[in-house]
Structures are given as C-alpha cells and as structure tokens.
C-alpha cells in the first residue's frame, strides 16, 4: 500500500511502513483537514499518477471518502478532461423552458428567498432537473458571469460523465445530499469552488430535479448542506400543494361532469339550506342558469301530521334520508325531491344532497312534467334574411310528420332552438322534449343514460332501476346533439333501436316499445366522417332522412341588427339597466364582424358590454376588445378562389361515385337525389 507524503516541500509516493522522517506529513488529499494549496504545487504527472492510484485500490487513509473515490472513478471511465471542467453538453432556451416549466415556476420563489439569505457571500442558487441539465439560476451579477466562465449556466448539463466529481452530478448519481469542497472536485478548474446539492422529490419518493448552492471554497457557509436540504424540503412542500390543489381540481371536474352526465336533478344545500351546488339537469328544471342558482335559499318543507315545516328547522336527528317539497327563488311551482343528509366523520352534519325524481316520474306536484315540453316556436326564431327564412319553411314542413331529421350547421347556430321549434309544431308536441348531448356523455355511461338500467344491474346501481333518456322522451322527442361525437360502439345499439323501435335498459330482460321521433344535430360534415371511418354508414342513412342546413350569422344580413336589438332588450331586463340606444358605430362594427361562434358569441358580446356600461347607451368603449380594433373590417373572400356551384356539384358527384365504386344506387342516395337525376347530372357534366 502507499501514502503520499510531503518531504523537503517535495510530494512523493511512498509504501506504508517506510521510514521517512519526523517532519513527513502523511495526510490524503481527501481528509478534511488537508485543503491547503498542496494539490496546486502538485505537478501535472503527479496528480495523473495519484488518479491511477485511486483507481488501483492502494491508498492507504482512514479519513478517506470512498464515495469521492468512487465518484473519480466514474469521470475517469468517462474520460472527462482532469484540467478543463468546462461543460460541453447544452440545451437550447427553447429546450429548457419546455422541459420543467412547472418546477421552475414553483421554486422560484424558495431560490428567491434563499439567493436573499446568502447575498454578499459570493454564492449561486442552481434549479437541476432529473437528468443533471441547470434549468435556474439565482445570484448576484458577479458570480453568474463567475459560473459562466465554467458554462454554469442554464441548459448546460452538470452530471459526472461531463463535468467529473461535482456536487450536482454525484448527487445525481448517488440519489442524496452531497457536497463537495475543493480538491474533491474531480477537474483542477473547479478546486476553487465549494458546492451542496440535494434531490428533490415527489411525495411517492421519485426524483424530479435538484436544488444546489455553489460559490468560492474560501467563503464557505456553516450548515451549507443543511441549508440546501431545506430550501429543497420546501420545495418538496410547494409541489405537495401543488399536486393537491390539481387533484382537487380534477377530481371536481370529473364529479361535475358525471352528475350533469346523469338524468336526475342534483343540488347540494348546506345545513342552513343554501344552494351550494346544482347540476345541468336541475339547474334547467328550474328555467335557471347554475350561477343564478348557487348562494340562494331553497325552501324545503315536510309533512308532519299534515302540517308542512321548514325541513331544514325541524329535520331530525340520525335521518337517513326523507321527501321534501322544494322551492326554488324565481320558480312559482315546487316539486319532490328525495334529502340524503351528509355525516362528515368528527363533524356535525354540513348539508344535504337533493335528487329530483326522473322525468317521466313527475316530480312537479301537479304531475305534470312541463319543463320537458318544448316551449318554443318557429315564431319565436328571430331573424328575416332570406337563408333563415328558407330553413325555417323548410322545417315547418317537415315538422307535423314522424320523420328524423337531421339538423346540420355551425356551433351557436340555433340548432336545439330549430329541434324544439320542430317539436312544437309536430304530432308530438303534447309529449316530453328530451336533449341529449352526445359528446358531454362518458363514454362508460352513455349506454345507461340512454337507454336506463335495471334493479342490481351493476355496483352502486339506484335500487329500482332508472329509466333513460329513450324512455323519458316516450310519446314526445329525443334531440341527440352533436351526434357526431357518440362512440363507433355506441353507434351499432343506436341504430338497433331506431330500427326496431324497442330498447332493453342494462341488466334488463324486458324490451321497452318506443313512440320517440328523433332530431339529431351535429356541426360536422358526417358524409365526410363516414368516409373516414369514423361514423357508422347504415346509421348515417337513418339519420339523414331529411336534413335542414342552418346559416351561419355571417350570411345572414340584415340579421345581426334584428338580434341585437332583441338581445340587449333581454338581458338589460335580467341585469336590471336601462339602455335606451344603441352607437350607430357599435351596431355597425357588430354587423361587419364576422362572428365564428355565431348567434351564441353575439349574446355573450352584447352581455359582457351591458354588465361594463356606465350609461344609458351602448356604445363601443364597451363592446370586447377585439370588436373595438381600429382596423376593422369584414373577412374578405378572394374572388379568383371562389368555385361556382356547377363546379362544387361536379365534383360532389364525383367523390361520390368513387366512394361507392360507381354504384349509382347508393350515390344517389347519399347525395339525396334519384336515380334518374344523377343519370342526368352526369351526362350533363360529362361523367362517365
């Protein structure tokens, strides 16, 4: 074994047991007591010499770290350069701030504090990610452009196989708090530095980056280890919170859209009877939107020897669950609902969750389920341009029959307004109007919420059963919205149904016979989503018996200005202003604008500039900022790209033919014209 000793200012090797003078200092260049200058006197040849030592296993000192021995190792398997120690692994900005932009954000702020306790001392705070790449760094101008002679800068990479023995590297290889002081840094360039850095992780324990603190070995900080250990535990403590308030969020969301994917009406009070949350279902039994709703009072009462009390006064204790008659402010009628009180563990009870019977059970008093029958009206459609007006004739002939119809156009169009409109004009119109929106539906629910399910026909299923939506239309309408957006799956049981006119809930045995008409919507081209694969083509032709095309509200002229009065007519009446005119400029930038999310956009604009007004006319200063851009002006078409429609036709027919293999038969009945017509089209434009 050999020692490395200090004789006559002369550093040399030497085996243990030699006798070698009383004035021999026999200390390894790794104990904590030996950090002077000696490493530097050592010759080039020296220290190579000392490294292969290292790696032959012959040093013989007690203090000596055999993690920093092990570490030396590593880099000289890497073939790192001893001297130089200048990073040459990087990633760009771009690179780096897509790589842990969460983390970088909640550290910013422990860096921050910390940069603040070690200011003056000449140190840097350095944010790692889990691969050893700088993602942050904090510190006074002076020792970033320090750092930076050494590449220690963001998207330089730190770990051992580039860098050799550092702080940040070995403590990325080794997976806990390491630092590392002077000479122990693998390459001569960074003897002059002391660093500490420790792991950060994620509550299960997993890495996700490191937090380190670098500066001059000669102004080291006491508890510098301890210091950065810390600042990462708070860290740790950020992303925890973090991590909570988005699991919190999540699940939320997941709970808000499986109680508006089911069919009865929810609503949650709390123990003094204040609604503090109510699903879709609800929320429109009540004519209300849910933020009108939430933060009032409900009135419930109970029978009590045929008396009617405040339930929420009188409640007994220990219930498990009781009928009660709810009022809702705004709402004349009352109705049932079932009260399932909530038991939070050490607490008194904090509130109840409400459910409203199901449609077709009449849960109005009067048994009379008046808030599914459309209400509404072809008169009631606003509007006198030639294009609405064409829509609108054409579903008032459609509307007394029992025919599907198909009702096609752009989101904010008026689709369920035309739905509704055609169901008070038909046959049907003394039945239930029942919406369904296709694409708001789970896909592990949409089976049961369309169809119902049987008594224990799965864990957690409502003893008794409960009908669907199929089921509550029965003698009325079913309106599928966005129909484009159900599954493939799903597709096959509807078309079983609206062939056979008979559905059989989930875990039933029984079919159920069906007098429903169906209007189904969608704003997607179906033709095209069948010749993708994504739309069932025999359902397709089910669907599409006859189709109605709404406008969008960019074509429609003269429009806009009828709407808008009628809009902001209604809604200063909800909001309680008086307007008495409107800006000849707000009008005029309102009809020149080209409106992508059509009528239902214009309503959200007008309702956001009257909540903003301060008078009594509605002027410009008030409409969203992007309607009051200097530049502004209507979308202009190029004229050259404009096909006519004898071309558009052709090329139709076309597509067509070759979709089916130049069956003329199923052709024609998707463009949705005869036989002999399309025979004629062809010859016309030379299709063969």
Known sequence: MYSLIRKHNQFCFVENGLKTGSDAIIKSIFSPKWYGNTWQVLSKTEKKTWIAFLKSGQVNDPGFNKKIEQSWLRSRKAEVDTFQGVCEKFLSPREVKGRSEKIIVLAKPIMDTLQHYVRGSGFVIVLIDMEGYILRTAGALKELRQADKLKFGPGANWGEEFVGTNAIGTALALKHPVQITGPEHYCESHHLWTCSAAPIRKQNGKIIGFLDIS?????????????????????????????????????????????????????????????????????????LHPKEVVGQTLTASVDHNGRLQNFFKTRSAGMVKEEVRLKIPGRQKACIATANPVFPEKKADQGFVLTLSGTNRSYFLNHKPEDTIAQFRFADIIGKSKVICQAIEKAKKVAPGPSTVLVLGESGTGKELFAKAIHGAGDCRSGPFVPVNCGAIPKELIQSELFGYADGAFTGARRGGCMGKFEAANGGTLFLDEIGEMPLKMQINLLRVLEEKVIIPVGGKKPIPLNVRIIAATNKSLFEEVTRGRFREDLYYRLNVISITLPSLKIREGDIGLLTRYWVDKISRKLGRKIKQIEPDALNRLENYHWPGNVR?????????????????????????????KQFEKPRFDEDKILTLRTLEKDNIIKALLFYNGNITRAAKAL???????????????IK
Do not use: W
Not at 606 to 625: Q, R
């Open 215 to 287: 500066g001059p070995r000669e102004l080291s900080i006491s508890h510098q280890l301890g210091l950065v250990v810390s600042a990462a535990h708070a860290i740790e403590d950020r992303i925890l919170l973090d991590e909570s308030y988005t699991q919190i969020y999540d699940t939320n969301k997941y709970l808000e859209a499986v109680l508006n994917s089911v069919s009865d009406g929810i609503i949650a009070v709390n123990a003094q009877g204040i609604i503090t949350g109510i699903n879709k279902v609800a929320a429109k039994t009540f004519r």
């Open 601 to 629: 956009e214009l309503v959200n604009a007008l309702e956001s500039a009257i909540n903003f007004m301060t008078g009594d006319t509605l002027a410009v200063k008030y409409l969203p900022a992007h309607l009051r851009k």
């Open 672 to 686: 949705g014209i005869g036989r002999n017509t399309l025979y004629d089209k062809m010859k016309k434009y030379g």
